[in-house]
């Protein structure tokens, strides 16, 4: 989910810790429960940082190791901790679980959207994602604004953040719901699905699609239940070419292929120099697939740059990669 609907999530579960009696009854344990969920709520984000140093280091690890189950145990400690330390009066172990309770659910709304998550580690490394509910939800984010807004027009916290989750749980039952009716139409209408990676957006009657089948990709588009294919590419292995062995060493080209679950490749030549270009299917804006790996190699394979990221225009590749040499 997206910042201010993670920071909503934490007041909530903070307006929630109230149901719990030794929170109710204790005003500073309460003001140390609310800050540790708004924390703990946003805390496996801080690897957002990690886009200072590189794209590649950010795609490899953004909700990587720091959602993962460690992870949740480790933030959930570390806050309630800190917080502990101001306030040593408090019943810690009430602390702790309400603090943890908003890292875990962090986490777990995360494996819902297209992006996911690796939030299975260290059992398994493979991203978690579900691809229901869009990383922006104006539903969730407006149900969390009216509850805080009820709150502190008077009303009870508990019971009204209990009512707020049970009609979001609903709401999350009635999506999943959508994409299977989805999946289920697509696997009639196309021969040897594969994989159906759905991305939901902002308008919860349109659906963005990548379809892998046996021998062919598919973008498509899906509006009210009615799927229109906007492009389709013929699947084909990554040939054993010298260009292409000496890409996939690159950082770049790595992180893009660790991440990417439905992606094409092309190889191009020109003034004696070699590019190698990875393109995920998954995202389409404009007729335009904006979400790339790119290495470029001399004559002799040697790498002149690469990068990895969004590229929207001919303008922002520039900027991006070094000009090649004449």
Not at 60 to 86: D, E, Q, Y
């Amino acid at each position: 989910m997206d910042t201010a609907t993670h920071i909503a999530m934490g007041v909530a579960i903070g307006g929630l810790a109230t149901l719990d009696p030794a929170v109710q009854q204790d005003p500073v344990l309460f003001q140390a429960v609310l800050a540790g969920t708004i924390a703990g709520s946003h805390a496996p984000d801080f690897d957002t940082v990690l886009k200072l140093k590189n794209n590649a280091t950010y795609i490899r690890n953004h909700r990587g190791i720091t959602h993962s189950l460690p992870a949740i145990l480790m933030w959930g400690t570390v806050i309630s901790a800190f917080i502990f330390a101001f306030v040593p009066d408090v019943n810690y172990v009430h602390l702790f679980l309400w603090t943890l309770l908003s890292v875990a659910v962090h986490v777990f709304v995360d494996v819902f959207n297209a992006y996911g998550t690796q939030a299975a580690r260290p059992l398994t490394k493979k991203w978690i994602a579900l691809g229901f509910i869009n990383t922006i939800d104006p539903y969730i984010f407006s149900l969390h604004l009216a509850g805080i807004v009820a709150w502190l027009l008077g009303a009870n916290p508990g019971e009204t953040f209990l009512i707020l989750y049970f009609v979001i749980a609903l709401y999350y039952v009635k999506r999943y719901l959508d994409k299977r009716e989805m999946v289920q139409i697509i696997h009639e209408h196309f021969e040897n699905v594969e994989q159906v990676v759905t991305s939901p957006t902002i308008r919860q009657n349109i659906w963005r699609i990548a379809i892998s089948t046996k021998d062919k990709y598919y973008v498509a588009r899906a509006e009210d239940g009615h799927i229109q294919v906007l492009d389709q590419f013929e699947r084909k292995p990554l040939p054993k070419h010298p260009a292409v062995e000496e890409a996939l060493k690159d950082h770049n080209i790595r992180a893009f292929i660790s991440f990417s679950p439905i992606y094409r490749w092309e190889i191009s030549e020109f003034d004696g120099h070699i590019e190698v270009r990875f393109i995920d299917l998954r995202y389409r804006a404009r007729e335009h697939y904006p979400f790339v790996a790119i290495v470029h190699l001399d004559k002799h394979l040697n790498k002149i740059n690469s990068f990895t990221g969004w590229i929207y225009s001919k303008q922002k590749m520039k900027k991006k990669l070094n000009p090649l040499p004449n």
